[in-house]
């Protein structure tokens, strides 16, 4: 099993910033990638970035630039979140890719408003 925590989502006004993190633990040995997805009220599930242990990132269109995914260890990631505009209003999950299965965080709330 796989356990993903997630912290630091919050209310921020557009134009600021918030830094979210994500630490698995568990049976992490086969870990290849994390991502962090976001999933916005009558939306569908999103991704947003993903870093393998290779430490190669990619990002969706509507945050690159903004965005930025990195890794200080395998096993904990960083989505830091800059220029922060109401779209990216969502709950916000870790993802991580272990042995071929997926697992989810519990998702943290990001709130961008005046």
């Known amino acids: 099993q796989v356990q993903l925590v997630e912290s630091g989502g919050g209310l921020v006004q557009p134009g600021g910033s918030l830094r979210l993190t994500c630490v698995a633990s568990?049976?992490?040995?086969?870990?290849?990638?994390m991502s962090w997805y976001r999933q916005a009220p009558g939306n569908q599930r999103e991704v947003v970035a993903t870093?393998?242990?290779?430490?190669?990132t990619n990002y969706a269109d509507s945050v690159q630039g903004r965005f930025t995914l990195s890794r200080s260890n395998r096993n904990t990631v960083y989505l830091q979140m800059n220029s922060l505009k109401p779209e990216d209003t969502a709950v916000y999950y870790c993802?991580?890719?272990?042995?071929?299965?997926?697992?989810w965080g519990q998702g943290t709330q990001v709130t961008v408003s005046s």
């Open positions: 870093i393998t242990t290779g430490g190669t």
């Open positions: 993802n991580a890719l272990v042995g071929g299965i997926q697992y």
């Open positions: 568990g049976s992490i040995l086969s870990l290849y990638r």
